[in-house]
């Protein structure tokens, strides 16, 4: 068992790992931005249902943060990305998409 000491150290080095390496945060801490942002987020993943956190700070004027779940894309391994609609994007993110380079 931990005691309360090495709890705070073994958080603190958490803390650290997530903001200093390339460890990625999960559904725990989008649910605690949730709660500190008081903002709904709402995670989209290829094949499965639409994850909703932070539902209780839902308003009519308030658009939720999108995140979309990727659970093997590239290097990367499991990670969220942030996303926005479609309709969202500006002009000006349709001319910068149009000049990415091609993979083929």
Known sequence: DLDEDDLETSFEQYCQDIRDTAAWGG???????????????????????VVVMGQQYQGERQEPLAVCYLRHAFALGEHYNSVVPAEAASSDDEAAFEQIPSSS
């Open 27 to 49: 559904q725990t801490e989008l649910n605690a931005l949730a709660h500190v942002l008081q903002h709904h987020i709402k995670v989209y993943a290829a094949g499965l249902p």
